[in-house]
C-alpha cells in the first residue's frame, strides 16, 4: 500500500507490521508476550527487511511459501516516486505490556535492530538473485551483526539509564549421539544449564563448549545477562 501511495505522488511514512511492529510476537512459544495477528515477526526477519523492496529478500520468501508469480503482482516502489518514500516507523502497542518488564524486552533490541534498518546502508546479499544465492551472504552478514549486538551492545543496556530488561531469547540446543551443542540468539550472553531438570542459576555450570552428557540427563538452560538476570528456560529431551 505505501509503494501505490508513493506512486500516485503522496508523500508516506512505511509502518509495516509484519516486520517492524514491536508487540508482534516471534514464534508460538506460548511463554513469549506479544500478539500475531500480523504474523511471527523475528528479529532476523526484522532485520532482513528492504523498506524500499520488502519483496528483495528471496530467503524469507522462500520460507513462507511465496512465489515469484504471486511477487510479480505486487506493486512495487517507482523509481521516480523515491522522494516521496519518507522512511519507515516502528510502533510498540501495549496490550500486553502488563508492566515495565514486558515493556522493556518488547523494546529491546527490537529498538537496535529497526534502528539497523532504518539508518543503515542496504545490504549487499539482496543484490544476489536467488534464494540460494541469497542465503549464504545474508547468513554471514547476520552473524556479524548478532555478535556485535550481544558481545558489545546489549551489556552496555545493562549498564546504562539504571539498565534495561532487554529480551534474553531461549537458548537453542541439540543432544547428538550423548554430546549437548547449544547456540543462541546474541552469541556474547550467557548460558548456564542443569542436568537433573531444576531451574539454572548462576551458580550452576557455563555453557561454553559442547559437553558429554548421559542418557539420563534432564537438560535445562537459560540465557543470563552480564548482572545475572535470567530469561525463560527451556528443557531439551
Not at 545477562?225 to 529431551?237: A, C, F, H, L
Request: charge should be neutral; charged fraction near 20%; avoid cysteine.
Amino acid at each position: 500500500m505505501v509503494y501505490r501511495l508513493n506512486n500516485l505522488g503522496y508523500k508516506a511514512v512505511m509502518s509495516n507490521s509484519s516486520a517492524f511492529y514491536f508487540d508482534m510476537s516471534d514464534d508460538k512459544d506460548m511463554e513469549n508476550s506479544g500478539l500475531n495477528w500480523s504474523g511471527y515477526v523475528n528479529y532476523k526477519d526484522s532485520w532482513g527487511t528492504e523498506p524500499l523492496n520488502v519483496f528483495a529478500n528471496k530467503v524469507n520468501l522462500r520460507s513462507r511459501g511465496i512465489q515469484e508469480a504471486e511477487v510479480a503482482k505486487k506493486e512495487k516502489l517507482n523509481p521516480e516516486a523515491l522522494k516521496n518514500f519518507l522512511g519507515i516507523q516502528s510502533q510498540l502497542w501495549t496490550e500486553t505490556a502488563s508492566d515495565s518488564y514486558e515493556f522493556d524486552r518488547m523494546l529491546m533490541p527490537n529498538m537496535i535492530v529497526f534502528s539497523q534498518r532504518a539508518w543503515g546502508k542496504k545490504e549487499s546479499w539482496l543484490e544476489a538473485s536467488t534464494a540460494e544465492a541469497q542465503e549464504p551472504l545474508l547468513n554471514a552478514s547476520w552473524n556479524a551483526f548478532v555478535n556485535s549486538l550481544g558481545q558489545r551492545h546489549l551489556p552496555l543496556l545493562t549498564e546504562l539509564f539504571g539498565g534495561l530488561a532487554f529480551d534474553l531469547p531461549k537458548p537453542g540446543a541439540i543432544i547428538n549421539q550423548g554430546e549437548l551443542r547449544v547456540r543462541q540468539q546474541f552469541p556474547g550472553l550467557n548460558i548456564h544449564y542443569t542436568l537433573n531438570g531444576k531451574k539454572p542459576s548462576i551458580q550452576d555450570p557455563k555453557y561454553t563448549a559442547p559437553i558429554k552428557i548421559s542418557e539420563t540427563s534432564q537438560v535445562t538452560l537459560r540465557v543470563f545477562d552480564s548482572k545475572g538476570r535470567g530469561g525463560n528456560t527451556i528443557q531439551i529431551k
